[in-house]
């Protein structure tokens, strides 16, 4: 296991999972990945199976869960969640509204990104800080990406705003931890002014794991 519960505090409960999990999908979910190829008709059920081992976690009832606005998950109404799956893995990690804002979470192969995608996913300053990072044995290009996926995962479902990524600086330290500083407005949420993320990582069993929680 990837250890992505560590990075998050006790309210988040994160469910993950290596191995496919066939349950049934509700109407509304089976009618959003019906045409789906069957790997993303495993990854989106794996999910849901997540899904519902987090909310009775939580000690609510089941409940579908369907791609909204933007692919953004429509929760029940008592949660905030987030949802990420890579090859071999899938995960869910929710929290009660009533404990927290929002949640990303992201998890990919501990690979270097594909040719040209890490100078179109960076800032220079980003790809300065890959020195100071080189000696920790992970592919450091993935895991700047990793973070900025979750924290888009944690930003569109307050915000409704799109945010590119070079709309954000990512400051990675090796003790697991970033910090994500938005060029762009800020959002006001709630009476909370969101202007940066502060984020944490690992990187295990050939998967690197990011989380954000606001
Ligand atoms: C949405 C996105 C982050 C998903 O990441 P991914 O690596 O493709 O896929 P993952 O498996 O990790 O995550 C998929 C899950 O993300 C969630 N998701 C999709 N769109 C989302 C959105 N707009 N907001 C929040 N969560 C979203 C969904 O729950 C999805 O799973 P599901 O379809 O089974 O419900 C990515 O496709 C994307 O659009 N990125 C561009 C925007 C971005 O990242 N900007 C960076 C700003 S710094």
């Not at 789906?36 to 008709?41: G, H, L």
């Not at 995608?117 to 220079?124: G, I, K, L, R, T």
């Not at 006001?188 to 990011?210: D, E, P, Y």
């Amino acid at each position: 296991m990837t250890g992505l519960q560590a990075l998050l505090p006790s309210s988040v409960v994160c469910v993950e999972t290596t191995t496919d999990r066939d349950i049934e999908l509700y109407p509304q979910e089976r009618a959003a990945i019906e045409r789906a190829v069957p790997k993303r008709q495993a990854e989106f059920t794996t999910a849901r199976w997540c899904v519902r081992q987090a909310l009775s976690r939580l000690g609510l009832p089941a409940a579908a869960v369907v791609p909204q606005e933007r692919g953004a998950p429509g929760w029940p109404p008592p949660v905030v969640g987030s949802i990420t799956h890579c090859p071999g893995f899938r995960a869910a990690a929710l929290a009660l509204r009533a404990d927290v804002l929002s949640v990303g979470i992201d998890a990919e192969p501990n690979e270097p990104l594909p040719v040209g995608v890490y100078e179109a996913v960076s800032c220079a300053r980003e790809r300065a800080d890959r020195v100071r990072l080189g000696h920790l044995g992970v592919a450091w290009d993935r895991l700047l990406f990793s973070a900025k996926e979750s924290v888009y995962k944690a930003w569109y479902p307050i915000t409704h705003r799109s945010l590119d990524f070079t709309d954000v600086v990512v400051r990675i330290e090796p003790d697991g931890t970033f910090e994500a500083r938005q060029l762009v407005a800020p959002a006001r949420v709630n009476g909370t002014t969101l202007s940066g993320f502060s984020g944490r990582w690992a990187a295990r069993g050939g998967l690197i794991v990011t989380a954000v929680v606001v």
